[in-house]
């Protein structure tokens, strides 16, 4: 059985922890990144935690001849594709840098699998492809809604591109995992996420303005139709996330799929809004969080959360960790970064 996988994208924050958790489950990792939204900071990070320093290739997967080389030089038959840009805003502002990076390296990745025989992918998807979904919460039958963004597109198009690959291609399969809002951190605090600049998301936003990076959290908006007016979200912890996706690869190396193409919602099932989010951080780190509320932000859905019976029954996964100690991990990762002692 072949038990290496290529991980596209490795460096990043989903996929540094999608490596150690492979690592750790006895797989063989090759790490391919460019470093556009990460850094080498991360691999030692990986080595820290599971004392193995992947195989490591600088690469752009949008660069075909440079990602032949990869497929030249190591017999994967796994592979997991990461590698995307995935700011909503700036993808409104800047279309044609998101169809061009996202898709283009996901046909590179598909017609190179194709070609060198390869056999089983995962697919990062989002749960912005159900859009503003009508009923709640959203099973893997929900119909997808029209995307609210380019960034939102490219998840569309490129789980439509991956099952048509799929099906026209002998031995080729692909599962597609849908994220709804990865947060957190690894436990150690050697990896976590590192945003470029100002963070959009929220956990990161709130983190940063915790260490005195930013002055104020603004809630977007509280006159939601939701009980308490803020958004309410399907916060998924990192670890557990990343655990998904190596269950996910040891069903196609099992034999296991029941098709050679298949989508499952990655969540906890349990919506959670802004304001609770905020006061679970200020509980499980027991500090207060400089906040106030602002204007709704363009884009947002109001609710979105999951159906996680498909994960749970055929992947044999659950969602395990708790919100706070989510949050008391991501503060422990941001405190790390900053060299604050809590
Ligand atoms: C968005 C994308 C999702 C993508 C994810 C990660 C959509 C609809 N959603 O999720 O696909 O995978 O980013 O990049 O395309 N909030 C604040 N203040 C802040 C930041 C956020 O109040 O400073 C609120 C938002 O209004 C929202 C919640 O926090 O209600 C979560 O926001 P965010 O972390 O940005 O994730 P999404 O927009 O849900």
Redesign the pocket.
Known sequence: MNRRVLVAGGAGYIGSHTTVELIAAGYDVIVVDNFSNSDASSLEGIQRITGVMPTFIEADCCDKEAMRRVFEAHDFDSVIHFAAF???GESVAEPMKYYRNNLLSLLNILELMREYGRRNVVFSS???VYGDADVLPVTEMTPRKPA??P??NTKQMSEDILRDMVHATEGLQGIALR?F?PIGAHPSAHIGELPRGVP????P?ITQTAAGVREC?????DDYPTPDG??L?DYIDIVDLARAHVLAIGRMVEGRSKARYEVFNVGTGRPVS?FELVKGFEQANDLKLNYRVAAR?E???TAIWADTTLANEELGWHAERELCDTLRAAWAWECSVRGIDR
């Open positions: 995935k700011a909503v989002s749960a912005t609210t963004s960034y939102g994220y809002n959009n998301n929220l956990v936003y959290l603004s809630i977007f908006g803020s958004c979200r802004v932000r884009g947002d859905v």
